[in-house]
């Protein structure tokens, strides 16, 4: 499992059970889960912020603080936080030039989330500051014409100052030297993220998805 630690106020949005887990979508299926054992991809914060009067949910990964951000939730949405997790994830991670040995790796490492409220001070003052950052770099655009890819992309790319250490963390480098770090080969990778080994002239658009609601 994947562990998420929600503010108060993103919790009480999120339709999960006395175990923190949320409905297995009907559109999207499940994403796999090994039971007793966390995936090492696991220890996100997350928060729910306002703005433009529009939800929106940024996650920080708790030892590198790369981010992610879900613009513009609609209600039926937060039941579906897991596929939108995966979804801003794995597009981040390709704004962010990962490779795709690396993108296969957290295929192979995605699981279910787990919801819960316990925080971690120095992780949720990162957390907040990329909140505010990010509501002023949507100043001048709308943030229901935006999926957040490259907002997120452009947090991780700066340096993050946390109390118990002396150096800065750079996010993107660091999560992604953590995903070097992982094995090629884990858990049955996830159908929905991982795909077929291709020639290198050819291309798939598997990967790619459009939304007519959304874009950038």
Same mark, same amino acid.
């Given at each position: 499992?994947?562990?998420?630690?929600?503010?108060?106020?993103?919790?009480?949005?999120?339709?999960?059970?006395?175990?923190?887990?949320?409905?297995?979508?009907?559109?999207?299926?499940?994403?796999?889960?090994?039971?007793?054992?966390?995936?090492?991809?696991?220890?996100?914060?997350?928060?729910?912020?306002?703005?433009?009067?529009?939800?929106?949910?940024?996650?920080?990964?708790?030892?590198?603080?790369?981010?992610?951000?879900?613009?513009?939730?609609?209600?039926?949405?937060?039941?579906?936080?897991?596929?939108?997790?995966?979804? +801003?994830?794995?597009?981040?991670?390709? /704004?962010? &030039?990962?490779? @795709? #040995?690396?993108?296969?790796?957290?295929?192979? =490492? !995605?699981?279910?989330?787990?919801?819960?409220?316990?925080?971690?001070?120095?992780?949720?003052?990162?957390?907040?500051?990329?909140?505010?950052?990010?509501?002023?770099?949507?100043?001048?655009?709308?943030?229901?014409?935006?999926?957040?890819?490259?907002?997120?992309?452009?947090? +991780?790319?700066?340096?993050?100052?946390? /109390?118990? &250490?002396?150096? @800065? #963390?750079?996010?993107?480098?660091?999560?992604? =030297? !953590?995903?070097?770090?992982?094995?090629?080969?884990?858990?049955?990778?996830?159908?929905?993220?991982?795909?077929?080994?291709?020639?290198?002239?050819?291309?798939?658009?598997?990967?790619?998805?459009?939304?007519?609601?959304?874009?950038?």
């Amino acid at each position: 499992m994947i562990e998420i630690h929600c503010t108060k106020k993103l919790l009480a949005r999120l339709p999960v059970d006395e175990q923190g887990n949320l409905p297995v979508s009907k559109t999207h299926g499940a994403l796999p889960t090994v039971p007793g054992q966390l995936s090492p991809l696991s220890g996100w914060h997350a928060n729910l912020l306002t703005i433009q009067r529009r939800n929106c949910v940024m996650f920080v990964h708790d030892t590198t603080r790369f981010p992610l951000f879900i613009a513009s939730l609609k209600k039926p949405d937060f039941a579906n936080l897991e596929y939108w997790f995966e979804d +801003a994830l794995m597009n981040t991670l390709m /704004k962010c &030039g990962a490779t @795709a #040995l690396q993108l296969k790796k957290v295929g192979h =490492a !995605l699981q279910r989330l787990k919801m819960d409220s316990q925080t971690d001070r120095s992780v949720q003052g990162s957390l907040n500051q990329m909140g505010q950052d990010a509501g002023f770099m949507l100043e001048d655009c709308k943030v229901d014409e935006i999926l957040g890819y490259g907002l997120a992309a452009n947090l +991780a790319q700066r340096p993050c100052m946390i /109390k118990s &250490g002396k150096d @800065a #963390l750079w996010p993107e480098r660091d999560f992604l =030297a !953590l995903l070097e770090s992982l094995p090629e080969q884990g858990a049955a990778p996830n159908p929905r993220t991982v795909q077929p080994t291709l020639p290198e002239n050819v291309t798939s658009m598997a990967g790619f998805r459009y939304r007519k609601d959304r874009y950038h």
